[in-house]
């Protein structure tokens, strides 16, 4: 009697090995791949995504869907879990700096881009850069300036200017 390969699993024959008939067993789908019937081989997770289970949670084998990242969490290849970005950084599509969070449902996420010049974002996730404005500079670990990635803004040092067409606060 023939049994059906769940999903996240793939047909094997004595070696372990995939074959599309006359299999003697079946296995998890590796890492980085899933089976959303368990016809077929396994099939990579996509960038921008991650490997799921059947109630949507991350999957790190015998995965049966892949899943979109969240907004503000990125994979860059589809391997492993999707990873939140840090503070001074959005999800994107690329490495570039921006100032503007990816909408992750509509696209892959596959970067986490520091904020642009001028700009900074406090918390991790998701969200968006924010303008430093004028007087002020855009730094990380409360003091340190920085051109790009800046976690926080500091009013600039007495004796100093910024007036903000430079972009870079």
């Known amino acids: 009697d023939c049994t059906d390969v769940d999903p996240g699993y793939f047909a094997v024959d004595e ?15 590796p890492g980085g791949t899933f089976s959303i019937d368990g016809t077929g081989a396994c099939a990579d997770v996509a960038p921008g ?3 799921v289970d059947s109630s949507g949670a991350y999957a790190s084998s015998a995965a049966a869907n892949e899943a979109t990242c969240a907004n503000g969490h990125y994979n860059l290849d589809g391997d492993g879990p999707c990873i939140e970005v840090a503070a001074g950084y959005v999800a994107s599509t690329s490495s570039t700096a921006t100032n503007t969070q990816a909408d992750c449902s509509t696209v892959q996420c596959t970067h986490a881009a520091p ?3 001028g700009s900074f974002k406090a918390a991790t996730g998701a969200g968006s850069c924010d303008a430093v404005g004028a007087g002020n500079y855009g ?26 067409t430079n972009n870079l606060g």
């Open 115 to 117: 904020c642009q010049g």
């Open 15 to 29: 070696v372990q090995q995939y074959t599309p008939s006359a299999a003697v067993g079946s296995s998890p789908c």
């Open 49 to 51: 995504n991650q490997a």
């Open 139 to 164: 730094h990380v670990y409360g003091h340190m300036y920085v051109a790009t990635a800046a976690t926080g803004k500091s009013p600039c040092p007495s004796g100093t200017f910024d007036d903000s």
